[in-house]
């Protein structure tokens, strides 16, 4: 939405500013995300008009149907992380910390598999078992959600 990257860090600090002095009007049964970002679009369109002697920028129309997208996008990842922490809580004990070994610490699958005792191919197949069950999982999940 801006072109010039160093401004990215003041458009996000007068945002922050914005926010903290309009704090007492936000309505917590709306999500925070949403309302943050009609902050930071007012944000980039207050920028764009004190830098508008600067040639490469999009029209407004472009910007809010970026900021839109960005949004609608940010919305769907919310619900695949719930979907992924709902199919996460259904895993046996020991699937599940299994996955929280693995994607919780920087450790290499070989360090994975001499800590816990595995030879490396069975816990691949073993990581490659359980990341097919959560990926079924979600992916029923926000069909059934979907629907509704």
């Given at each position: ?29 709306q999500p ?89 191919a069975r ?26």
């Open positions: 939405m801006v072109p010039v990257a160093s401004d990215v860090d003041d458009i996000l600090q007068d945002t922050a500013v914005a926010l903290m002095r309009k704090f007492d009007q936000y309505d917590r049964d925070f995300f949403n309302w943050a970002c009609r902050f930071a679009m007012f944000e980039v369109l207050q920028h764009r008009k004190r830098h508008r002697t600067r040639k490469r920028h999009f029209s407004d129309e472009v910007l809010e149907a970026i900021a839109e997208e960005y949004q609608q996008h940010q919305q769907s990842a919310d619900r695949r992380r719930q979907a992924l922490a709902d199919c996460m809580r259904q895993l046996e004990e020991q699937d599940r910390r299994l996955i929280e070994l693995r994607y919780g610490s920087t450790d290499t699958i070989d360090n994975l598999a001499a800590r816990i005792n595995e030879p490396v816990l691949y197949r073993s990581l490659a078992r359980i990341r097919n069950l959560l990926a079924n999982c979600v992916r029923q999940k926000l069909a059934v959600e979907g629907q509704q």
